[in-house]
């Protein structure tokens, strides 16, 4: 069964901070891998998507994250942290029952600090 | 982005009554679920469904049933609500099942069982 792992519920950084968040997969098979993000009192949406084209993956709002096979890793980063990012991050993967199904992480609340 | 709506957006009910939730899309698209979120849970998958009057459970489907008469309403119901199903419910919708294909969301539902 597919699965993905999200390490630290609550992150907190600095305004321009690097951003880091944590997801890795389990998975027997090459993985499609998502990230959302969830603005408070919102449903969430796409950040950005894995589909094996390219290992690196930009998405909205200067976020990106790296394929890592050896790591069974897709970690999200961004480059400098603005107010505006602090929101939930779910890292999820299509999978069980076919792709019918998708498993989503227990999720990383980011907080930026002023 | 998809139109998806949830009603009601909040609700407040007392146990063993029977509560009705509503998602309705405008953009056609085949695959339709139910979520519900809950701290150090992140999204557990209550049923889903992958056409008019196919569906299937999820992880946590024990106390729910659904139903789709149309392509564009999905309805949870809890038959008698307990308050460990208070929780926010989430409606997301989903083009087709190939595994690149991203998840567009409703708004949520909040649901206190008192």
């Known amino acids: 069964a597919q699965s993905v792992t999200q390490l630290g519920s609550h992150v907190s950084v600095s305004e321009g901070a690097l951003v880091l968040l944590r997801c890795n997969y389990s998975s027997s098979v090459p993985p499609y891998l998502f990230w959302y993000v969830q603005y408070p009192n919102q449903g969430l949406q796409l950040l950005l998507k894995y589909t094996s084209a390219a290992t690196l993956v930009k998405g909205i709002n200067d976020f990106e994250a790296e394929f890592k096979k050896s790591e069974t890793s897709f970690h999200l980063t961004k480059p400098s942290a603005h107010m505006s990012d602090a929101a939930e991050y779910f890292c999820a993967v299509p999978g069980d029952g076919g792709y019918q199904k998708v498993t989503f992480g227990t999720g990383t609340k980011l907080q930026v600090i002023p | ?114």
């Not at chain 2, 679920?33 to 009057?53: F, M, T």
């Not at chain 2, 008698?80 to 969301?105: D, I, K, L």
């Open chain 2, 1 to 114: 982005d998809a139109g998806i709506t949830q009603s009601p957006r909040h609700k407040v009910t007392e146990t063993g009554t029977p509560v009705t939730l509503r998602c309705h899309q405008t953009e056609n698209h085949r695959y339709m679920y139910w979520y519900r979120q809950d701290p150090g849970h992140g999204l557990r998958l209550i049923h889903y469904s992958y056409g008019v009057k196919d569906t299937d459970k999820g992880e946590v489907s024990d106390g729910y049933s659904v139903s789709r008469s149309k392509t564009e309403d999905f309805l949870l119901t809890l038959e008698s609500a307990t308050s460990s199903q208070t929780s926010v419910y989430f409606c997301a919708t989903r083009e087709w099942e190939g595994p690149a294909n991203e998840q567009f969301f409703g708004p949520g539902t909040r649901l206190t069982v008192l």
